[in-house]
């Protein structure tokens, strides 16, 4: 048995600053690592921590050591990739080693029974992302090494739309590409990703594909042409991830209620 928690969009800021003037995203994923000791007994062992991108709001040195020191107390061997609103070189410097010394962030590694990828889809200095020739190289010759094992794959950027025009907008530009490397992949394969602030499940090219809550914000599932754009205060979770022999993927809520209450 493997578990990997995965956390994702915490946009992380410096020390006495609000995301938009309005969010305390330190705090919010504060009381999501209490929310998870709290139940570390309960779930079962983690192997590790996923997180899909947006770790930091603005991508500054001091927002990455910020992050470091919030997640902390869960002890857990942490792995990170990178989201729109992350930057490559301090995340490089925050997360060396466990990052390639140079290029894209990509990167594969054996968790347990997990054969874990994660993949870089920032374009820096825009919303929208895109894995290079490079990234989608490597996603081939990872998918070549994972020997049988089951694969949980991380970009941040959905490879599916999501509905919300706003966010599908800046969207991953080459899901086709990504596509085609994954539909010819004949062994178990589970997509995560975040971006879109809200838990979405799809099939993409035969594989389930999961998008990750934010533990800070959320985006509204409105699919009018006109919907208003922006982002919600609503606090939310994140998922576990089980190999057992199978996948089995578990939101974790962000707080618990009073209970159990006999039935
Ligand atoms: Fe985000």
């Known amino acids: 048995m493997t578990a990997i928690l995965q956390i994702s969009d915490t946009h992380i800021v410096h020390e006495g600053a609000l995301v938009s003037g309005r969010l305390d995203t330190a705090d919010a994923l504060g009381r999501l690592v209490e929310r998870i000791s709290g ?10 921590l996923l997180v899909t991108g947006d770790l930091s709001d603005g ?3 001091a927002s990455y050591d910020r992050f470091k020191s919030i997640i902390a ?6 792995y990170v990739i990178a989201g729109n609103h992350d930057a490559r070189e301090p995340m490089r410097a925050a997360f060396a080693q466990d990052l390639p010394a ?3 962030l990509d990167w594969s590694r054996r968790v347990g029974d997990i054969h874990l990828i994660g993949l870089d889809t920032l374009v820096e200095g825009q919303g929208a992302g895109a894995l290079s020739s490079d990234s989608l190289s490597f996603l081939q010759a990872a998918l070549a090494q994972a020997g049988g094992a089951p694969v949980l794959l991380a970009l941040h950027h959905p490879p599916f739309a999501s509905g919300i025009r706003f966010m599908d907008k800046i969207g991953l530009t080459n899901r086709e590409a990504f596509r085609e490397i994954i539909a010819d992949y004949k062994g178990t394969l589970r997509i995560v990703c975040g971006h879109v602030h809200c838990m979405m499940v799809t099939d993409v090219a035969g594989h389930i594909a999961l998008s990750a809550p934010s533990p800070c914000s959320t985006f509204a599932y409105d699919r009018r042409s006109d919907a208003p754009v922006g982002f919600y205060t609503q606090e939310d979770g994140c998922l576990l991830h089980r190999w057992n022999g199978g996948f089995e993927s578990i939101r974790i809520g962000p707080v618990a209620g009073p209970g159990p209450f006999p039935f």
Do not use: F
Request: charged share 20%; aromatic share 0%.
């Open 39 to 48: 139940i570390r007994d309960k779930i079962g062992a983690i192997d590790a």
């Open 59 to 61: 991508g500054t040195a």
């Open 73 to 78: 107390p869960l002890g857990l061997p942490t």
């Open 102 to 104: 140079s290029g894209h």
